[in-house]
C-alpha cells in the first residue's frame, strides 16, 4: 500500500471523527450492486477512484467494472471495506488495485496516479469522490484544522488529483467530480462542507473550458442525501462510542436518503458519452 510523507499537509481527522467511517459497520448495509446486465461501454478503460472502498465510491466501482473499465481504488485507511471493493471489481472480470493514503498530500496523489499508471499502463477516466464533513449548527464551532481540513480533502484533493493526472489524459479521457445538492441549496449544519461543494461546482465549470481543447471532457454530478458510511461517522464527535453502537438511531434517516448505486449511473453516462 501506498501511504502519506511527512509534510505540512494537516494529519486526517479520522482518529478524532472515525471518518470517514466503515461500510462493514453500517446497518442498514448500503445498496451498491448494479442492477442491469453490462454492454461493454467502459470496454479497456482504466479508472481511478478516489473513496472507492465505500458509498458511492464503491458503487461506481462496481457499475464502472460492470461496463468492462480496469478500476483503481483510492481510501483513506479502512482495508476492510477496500478489499470488499477490490472483489467486487474482481468478479465482474477486471483488474483491481487498492491504494491507501490521504489524497490531502500532492505528494501521496503523485505517487498514487504513477502506481495507476505502473499497473495499468494508462488513465482514462479520473473520479474525484472522496470527501469528509463535520457537521456544526454553530460556526463557531468549526475550528481553524477542521475547517482546513475539509477544504482539503474536499477540493485541494482535486487539484491535486487532476494535477498528478494531466500528463496521462489523452484525448478522450474524463474528469469526474461530486459536488452535491448543497452548492446551492446549503446546509445549516455543514457551512465548511456545502463552500467546498460550491468551490468543486465552480472548479468543475472552469476547468472543463480549460482542458476542452486538448478533448478532456469535465464534469461533475450532485447527488443529494446518500446512505454511506460518512453519515453517521459525521455525526459521531470525538470520544463516544463506536459508529456501530449509533446505527440504530441513522436507521430511520437511512429509509429517506437514497442508495449509493442511484448516484453512479450518470457517471457511466458521462464517462461513455
Not at 44 to 61: E, F, M, P, Q, Y
Not at 160 to 177: C, D, E, F, S, T
Not at 183 to 194: F, H, I, P, R
Amino acid at each position: 500500500m501506498i501511504g502519506a510523507d511527512n509534510s505540512d499537509t494537516l494529519e486526517p481527522m479520522v482518529h478524532e471523527d472515525r471518518l470517514p467511517g466503515h461500510e462493514s459497520e453500517l446497518e442498514p448495509k448500503p445498496h451498491w450492486e448494479p442492477r442491469y446486465k453490462g454492454s461493454d461501454r467502459l470496454k479497456n478503460k482504466v479508472a481511478l477512484v478516489t473513496g472507492a472502498d465505500s458509498g458511492i465510491g464503491r458503487a461506481v466501482a462496481a457499475l464502472f467494472a460492470r461496463e468492462g473499465a480496469d478500476v483503481a481504488i483510492l481510501y483513506l485507511c479502512e482495508h476492510d471495506d477496500a478489499a470488499k471493493t477490490k472483489s467486487i471489481v474482481e468478479s465482474e472480470g477486471r483488474r483491481a488495485v487498492a491504494i491507501a493514503g490521504d489524497i490531502g498530500d500532492p505528494q501521496f496523489c503523485g505517487r498514487a496516479v504513477q502506481r495507476v499508471i505502473n499497473e495499468f499502463g494508462r488513465l482514462d477516466i479520473l473520479v474525484n469522490n472522496a470527501g469528509e464533513q463535520h457537521p456544526d449548527k454553530d460556526i463557531r464551532g468549526i475550528t481553524d484544522d477542521q475547517l482546513r481540513r475539509t477544504f482539503q480533502s474536499n477540493i485541494f484533493s482535486m487539484f491535486y488529483m487532476v494535477q498528478a493526472a494531466r500528463p496521462h489524459l489523452k484525448p478522450g479521457a474524463v474528469i469526474i467530480n461530486t459536488t452535491s445538492v448543497t452548492m446551492y441549496k446549503g446546509s445549516e449544519a455543514l457551512l465548511d462542507y456545502s463552500a467546498t461543494k460550491g468551490a468543486i461546482t465552480a472548479f468543475t465549470r472552469s476547468l472543463s473550458e480549460n482542458l476542452v481543447k486538448e478533448g478532456i471532457r469535465v464534469n461533475a454530478v450532485a447527488p443529494g442525501p446518500i446512505w454511506t458510511p460518512l453519515n453517521p461517522s459525521a455525526a459521531s464527535r470525538p470520544k463516544r462510542s463506536r459508529i456501530l453502537a449509533r446505527t440504530r438511531q441513522w436507521a430511520g434517516q437511512a429509509s429517506r436518503m437514497r442508495s449509493p448505486r442511484a448516484s453512479c449511473s450518470w457517471r457511466v453516462r458521462i464517462a461513455a458519452t
